[in-house]
């Protein structure tokens, strides 16, 4: 009799060890990018289950846990895993009917009542953002763009512009960017994966513009008028001193005075608008502003858009 009570223990435990879930058999889907320290199983001690964690200190009982299966990206957007994105576990990869971007929180002025099913979307690895799975794909998206099913575009990298994501942003905003005095536009990457557009300025030539001209040696006394502030910069055997002009202040040396504020308010600079410079008054003082790179100051919107135009 004992032997068959203990026939039975042996068949029950093996029963219960067979249906148990254990990390070994990876029920999280731990691989790729869903790794640790990021994605965990833990086995709990005293019953036959794990726990899946993810990185946003949330976890599910014996069923992978995902940061986007609790993300509304918007009936437009895309939810990518992505620890990448400025600090951020997610990204949502969104459009606005006009144009493409990817940030790390709910798309921005959806629109749009259309719907995607979760069955049609695949999230990816950060580091090379694909194409997301549909059942239809007659768009080729480029350069790590992610395909939206809802709407049938592209999904862009912040790098990249376009129907197929195949204009680099940095190259069409060169095209909004004027350098003076012989300088060059090239787009350089920033620290947060951004695209910047920088100038590159001749020998003897300084500024975000190129638009300081140098005079050749040492900053000396009285060089730069009008409080104009004197500034060396040395390039191999090169050496110049420039003069940092006050706002409504222009030429080599400071010397044209050519804008003064009668009362508080937004101005044009005339001098400096293709630069995407305006002025600033605060009543009789006049404080320099400068737009986002490619926009120029709308003196009829009071504010800085990619109309703005510069006054003749």
Known sequence: MCYIILFILIVLAIAKSSFAVQCNTNPCQLGGYFTPPNYNCIQLLHESNV???????????????????????????????????????????????????????????????????????????????????????????????????????????????????????????????????????????????????????????????????????????????????????KLGASHFAYCQCPPGFSGRFCERHYFTCSHSGLFDDSVNCKFGRYFQCVNTVAIMRTCLQGLRFNSMKMQCDANGSCPS
Request: a negative charge; one cysteine or more.
């Open 51 to 233: 726990i899946c964690t993810c990185p946003n200190e949330q976890g599910r009982k014996n069923a992978p846990c995902r940061v986007c299966d609790n993300v509304h990206c918007g009936p437009n957007g895309v939810c990518i895993e992505a620890g990448w994105f400025q600090d951020s576990f997610y990204a949502c990869a969104c459009t606005s009917g006009t144009y493409n971007y990817v940030i790390p929180k709910p798309c921005l002025g959806v629109s749009s009542t259309t719907t995607v099913s979760p069955t049609t979307i695949t999230t990816v690895s950060p580091t090379t953002i694909t194409t997301v799975t549909s059942t239809l794909r007659p768009v080729h998206c480029l350069h790590g763009s992610v395909y939206n099913a809802a709407t049938g575009t592209c999904i862009c990298q912040i790098a990249f512009t376009g129907s197929q994501c195949e204009t680099s942003i940095g190259q069409e905003l060169c095209q909004k960017i004027t350098c003076v005095n012989g300088g060059v536009c090239n787009p350089v990457p920033t620290a947060n994966n951004g695209i910047e557009a920088q100038c590159w300025c001749l020998n003897g030539f300084f500024g975000s513009n190129c638009e300081l001209i140098g005079t050749p040696g040492a900053c000396q006394f009285n060089l730069c008028q009008n409080s104009g502030v004197c500034e060396e910069r």
